[in-house]
Protein backbone atom coordinates (compact mmCIF):
# COMPACT_ATOMS: atom_id res chain seq x y z
CA UNK A 1 0.00 0.00 0.00
CA UNK A 2 1.79 3.30 -0.56
CA UNK A 3 0.88 5.90 1.62
CA UNK A 4 1.38 9.66 1.62
CA UNK A 5 1.58 12.07 4.32
CA UNK A 6 1.26 16.16 3.56
CA UNK A 7 2.55 18.15 6.47
CA UNK A 8 3.95 21.47 7.22
CA UNK A 9 0.05 23.46 6.72
CA UNK A 10 -0.52 25.85 9.19
CA UNK A 11 -2.08 29.80 9.94
CA UNK A 12 -0.39 32.40 8.34
CA UNK A 13 -0.81 36.00 7.51
CA UNK A 14 -0.75 37.31 3.94
CA UNK A 15 2.59 37.59 2.00
CA UNK A 16 4.01 34.87 4.43
CA UNK A 17 5.87 31.56 3.73
CA UNK A 18 5.09 27.81 4.08
CA UNK A 19 6.95 24.61 3.20
CA UNK A 20 4.92 21.82 2.78
CA UNK A 21 6.33 18.62 2.97
CA UNK A 22 5.06 15.20 0.95
CA UNK A 23 6.34 11.77 2.35
CA UNK A 24 6.15 8.27 1.56
CA UNK A 25 6.57 5.17 3.03
CA UNK A 26 6.60 1.62 1.62
CA UNK A 27 7.92 3.13 -1.60
CA UNK A 28 10.18 5.62 -3.37
CA UNK A 29 8.69 8.66 -4.37
CA UNK A 30 11.15 9.36 -7.28
CA UNK A 31 9.79 6.24 -9.15
CA UNK A 32 6.60 8.76 -10.03
CA UNK A 33 5.55 12.18 -10.64
CA UNK A 34 4.17 13.97 -7.85
CA UNK A 35 1.37 16.49 -7.65
CA UNK A 36 0.22 18.98 -4.96
CA UNK A 37 -3.38 19.61 -5.69
CA UNK A 38 -5.54 22.17 -2.99
CA UNK A 39 -9.55 22.38 -2.32
CA UNK A 40 -11.33 25.14 -1.08
CA UNK A 41 -14.70 24.97 0.79
CA UNK A 42 -17.38 24.96 -1.81
CA UNK A 43 -14.92 24.43 -4.51
CA UNK A 44 -13.17 21.35 -6.72
CA UNK A 45 -10.17 20.55 -6.32
CA UNK A 46 -7.33 21.98 -8.23
CA UNK A 47 -4.08 21.22 -9.50
CA UNK A 48 -1.22 23.38 -8.12
CA UNK A 49 1.86 22.23 -8.65
CA UNK A 50 3.44 18.73 -10.49
CA UNK A 51 6.96 17.36 -10.93
CA UNK A 52 7.87 14.59 -13.69
CA UNK A 53 9.85 11.90 -11.86
CA UNK A 54 13.48 12.93 -12.83
CA UNK A 55 12.53 16.29 -12.29
CA UNK A 56 12.99 17.62 -15.42
CA UNK A 57 9.33 18.71 -16.10
CA UNK A 58 7.73 21.05 -13.58
CA UNK A 59 4.18 22.97 -14.05
CA UNK A 60 2.28 25.16 -11.97
CA UNK A 61 -1.42 26.98 -11.70
CA UNK A 62 -0.77 30.42 -13.13
CA UNK A 63 -1.51 31.81 -10.19
CA UNK A 64 1.01 30.52 -8.19
CA UNK A 65 4.00 31.11 -10.69
CA UNK A 66 6.37 33.26 -8.97
CA UNK A 67 5.66 32.49 -5.36
CA UNK A 68 5.50 28.50 -5.58
CA UNK A 69 8.32 25.91 -5.58
CA UNK A 70 8.32 22.40 -6.23
CA UNK A 71 10.98 20.37 -5.39
CA UNK A 72 12.10 16.62 -4.81
CA UNK A 73 14.61 15.35 -2.11
CA UNK A 74 15.47 12.11 -3.23
CA UNK A 75 17.92 11.57 0.28
CA UNK A 76 14.57 12.66 2.37
CA UNK A 77 12.31 10.67 0.18
CA UNK A 78 10.10 13.85 0.22
CA UNK A 79 8.52 16.15 -2.03
CA UNK A 80 8.58 19.97 -1.05
CA UNK A 81 6.32 23.38 -1.88
CA UNK A 82 7.66 26.07 -1.47
CA UNK A 83 5.19 28.94 -0.54
CA UNK A 84 5.86 32.65 -0.49
CA UNK A 85 3.86 35.44 -0.87
CA UNK A 86 1.07 33.72 0.26
CA UNK A 87 -2.35 35.23 -0.14
CA UNK A 88 -6.02 34.75 1.18
CA UNK A 89 -7.13 33.06 -1.89
CA UNK A 90 -4.39 30.55 -1.40
CA UNK A 91 -6.24 28.96 1.38
CA UNK A 92 -7.08 25.25 1.32
CA UNK A 93 -6.51 21.84 2.05
CA UNK A 94 -3.16 20.51 0.25
CA UNK A 95 -3.02 17.13 -1.05
CA UNK A 96 -0.04 15.70 -2.59
CA UNK A 97 -0.60 12.55 -4.94
CA UNK A 98 1.37 10.12 -7.06
CA UNK A 99 1.01 9.21 -10.28
CA UNK A 100 2.40 7.97 -13.82
CA UNK A 101 3.04 11.93 -15.60
CA UNK A 102 3.46 15.31 -14.23
CA UNK A 103 0.53 17.59 -15.01
CA UNK A 104 -2.27 19.35 -12.75
CA UNK A 105 -5.36 16.99 -13.93
CA UNK A 106 -6.44 15.21 -10.96
CA UNK A 107 -7.37 12.43 -13.11
CA UNK A 108 -4.30 10.57 -13.69
CA UNK A 109 -3.14 10.43 -10.07
CA UNK A 110 -4.41 7.19 -7.58
CA UNK A 111 -2.53 7.19 -4.81
CA UNK A 112 -3.10 10.36 -2.10
CA UNK A 113 -2.39 11.69 0.91
CA UNK A 114 -4.69 13.03 3.78
CA UNK A 115 -3.94 16.82 3.03
CA UNK A 116 -3.07 19.28 5.89
CA UNK A 117 -4.81 22.71 6.29
CA UNK A 118 -3.34 25.51 5.32
CA UNK A 119 -5.31 29.19 6.12
CA UNK A 120 -4.09 32.68 4.75
CA UNK A 121 -5.54 35.10 7.11
CA UNK A 122 -4.57 38.30 8.53
Known amino acids: QLQLVESGGDLVQPGGSLRLSCAAS????????IGWFRQAPGKEREGVSA????????KYIDSVKGRFTISRDSAKNTVFLQMNSLKPEDTGVYYC???????????????WGLGTQVTVSP
Open 26 to 33: GFRLDAYA
Open 51 to 58: ISRGGALI
Open 97 to 111: AAGPSATLSVRPYNN
